[in-house]
């Protein structure tokens, strides 16, 4: 019932958005502190629609050459109660083979470089006076808030980074060995060169994200002397109403997983922190920020009434993650420039998202 209910909630924001066009300050908590020296909705026109032809309903990954590996992806609110985090783990079998932090917060237009979309119809969620912006794209401007209010002495991104660090190549359990003998709210010795007082809580958040992460599944060469490398970018592959948070796990040139989602204000479970101050930022708290990933199945539904859409959403995103294994970037652009903006990718025959080179484009394009 709970299901029902939301999703007519959005087809009928659906419906009232195409009729009409939709129409706090900065943060007051201290931004992530150090250790000792610290005072310690959707194109509402139109969800994203299929080609005439219908497709299966299900998207099985295919056999990948190499070992198979798992790329999650989690969110969490490991630092206090004005943002929340983005988490992605590469995963073989039990071990982590690499992770990466973001988080999101509200603060100043003029001081903060917002997310994609933010200038449009995205937008309009906003509280007046704010923005929504990645704490990694803004490093140095954050990086200089948490020298004022707590005396830091390492960026945040370079502590993200010594997080990250630690847990690579060890095994679930061995990081959750690490934050069992350690006290939350304090530096965690063992993670060199991290300073923040909540690393623990990052810790955490990965662990949860290793465990019970949305999956992408891939693969990678083991024996290539060559690392696995995490990285991740911001884009706007799909209309102006919300904006994409992607993940793609590398070894050296060639794409071994890639991992979709997107954010838009609109009814649905909202991301973590929605309840607190975080949730001080939305225009509106009955269209709080949410994930579609999160939200597939109501999502999927309003697509299916709206576009006669044959598959979910996640099952698109999982099409084109699928395809991107094994390639490399000029491989995957290839596609895209011979592919026609607005209609599906023949190439890509399980996705029927007409937006599917533009998220090729966007995989493509992470750095």
Known sequence: MKLKKLIMMLALAIVLTACANQNSGDETEAPATETTEAPATEETTQPETTEKEPAATTVEAPEFEGTAIELRRGYAAPHGEQAFSSIGVVLEGDKILDA??????????????????????????????????????NDDDYSARMTEAGKATRSLSDNYEAIEDFVKNKTIGEVKATVEASEAGKPVD???GATLVDTVGYLEAIIDTAENGFISQGAYDPNNSESVELERELSAPHGTRSFADIFVAEQGDTIVAASIDEFQFMEGEPVPNSDKKFGEGFADAKTP??????????????MKNSGNATKTLGEGYKAIEHFVVGKTEEEIMEVVNASTPGET????????LVDTSNYLKSIAEVD
């Open 100 to 137: 990466s932090i973001d988080e999101y917060q509200f603060g100043d237009p003029n001081e903060m470089d917002a997310v994609p979309n933010s200038d449009k119809d995205f937008g309009q969620g906003y509280a007046d006076g704010v923005v929504l912006y990645s704490k990694l794209d």
């Open 190 to 192: 063992a993670v060199s």
């Open 289 to 302: 920020l949410i994930s579609k990933l999160q939200n597939d199945a109501a999502y999927s539904t309003v």
């Open 345 to 352: 990718v023949d190439a890509v025959s399980s996705s029927t």
